[in-house]
């Protein structure tokens, strides 16, 4: 008898000898690389936050920065100096900023008369008849000028004469030199200080309990003589903050006396340059 499938269809012998079917697997799509070209998907604040930072900075934005903090640091430091000195200015009283400008007027009122007075040798020397004999008289007056401004003669003149005593040796040679300097601004034409002479290369230098002119140790009272207009001298001693004011803070007396003779008479040797030659012929 022959073998039936279920379904009344005969049966193959050879079946028997097949493996059972399986049915085949379906392969799934392999999952494709991203694109080099492709990125994720981010939000605004993300692209602005990748767009800043790290931050990219060429070698023209760094010199053009750096330049502009020089620039501002220096307007931060002018407007910081101006400042400081218009504080000092807007604290000071009424007859202080009038002396300030009396001061500031005879300066301007001295190089007019200095530069009057070139203008009139120049004239004289072109419409005088003998030149040679105008130019020698000029010569000879200017080699008083300079004999005066050099200490090799002896001058004397209107002016004042300084005293400064410091009882308790604060005063040191700084404080002399700056009233050296304020009273050359103020024009004066000769200074004497306790017997030493006062010249273009007068160096000062604290010795002690006591300060070196050029050398020669003074001890207090300092006592300065000087020859010059006495109304543009003490004024320029006594403005705010200057000399005077200096000095008393460090518990000097200081007293000023104008006088319609100061005579200055500590000489200084003529010294023969060792290497400058005069170049005309």
Do not use: C, H
């Not at 399986?22 to 799509?29: G, I, M, R, S």
């Not at 400064?164 to 404080?175: E, H, P, S």
């Not at 004066?188 to 010795?207: F, H, K, P």
């Not at 004011?245 to 005579?263: G, M, P």
């Amino acid at each position: 008898m022959s073998n039936e499938n279920e379904d009344g269809t005969p049966e193959n012998p050879l079946r028997k000898e097949l493996p059972e079917e399986v049915p085949a697997a379906v392969e799934e799509p392999e999952p494709q690389p991203a694109e080099e070209g492709d990125a994720p998907s981010l939000s605004g604040r993300q692209r602005l936050v990748a767009g800043l930072w790290p931050p990219r900075v060429s070698r023209a934005q760094l010199i053009v920065a750096v330049l502009l903090f020089g620039l501002g640091f220096g307007l931060a430091v002018q407007v910081a100096s101006n400042s400081d000195g218009d504080s000092a200015l807007r604290g000071a009283r009424q007859e202080d900023l009038v002396r300030i400008l009396d001061e500031l007027d005879s300066r301007t009122q001295r190089l007019e008369d200095e530069k009057q007075g070139l203008e009139d040798q120049r004239t004289e020397l072109e419409n005088s008849s003998d030149q040679a004999e105008e130019a020698r008289k000029q010569t000879v007056e200017k080699e008083k000028q300079l004999g005066i401004l050099a200490g090799t003669v002896a001058a004397q003149g209107p002016g004042i004469t300084l005293t400064i005593d410091d009882a308790k040796g604060t005063v040191k040679a700084d404080m002399l030199l700056d009233a050296v300097q304020e009273l050359r601004a103020a024009g004066a034409e000769a200074i004497q200080v306790n017997g030493v002479r006062v010249v273009a290369g007068t160096y000062l230098a604290d010795s002690g309990s006591g300060v070196k002119v050029d050398g020669n140790k003074i001890t207090q009272p300092y006592r300065f003589k000087v020859i010059g207009k006495p109304q543009d001298l003490e004024p320029a001693l006594n403005i705010p903050g200057g000399v005077v004011q200096t000095l008393e803070k460090e518990q000097a007396t200081v007293t000023v006396d104008r006088s319609t003779k100061i005579v200055v008479d500590a000489l200084r040797p003529a010294e023969r340059p060792d290497y400058a030659r005069s170049s005309s012929r």
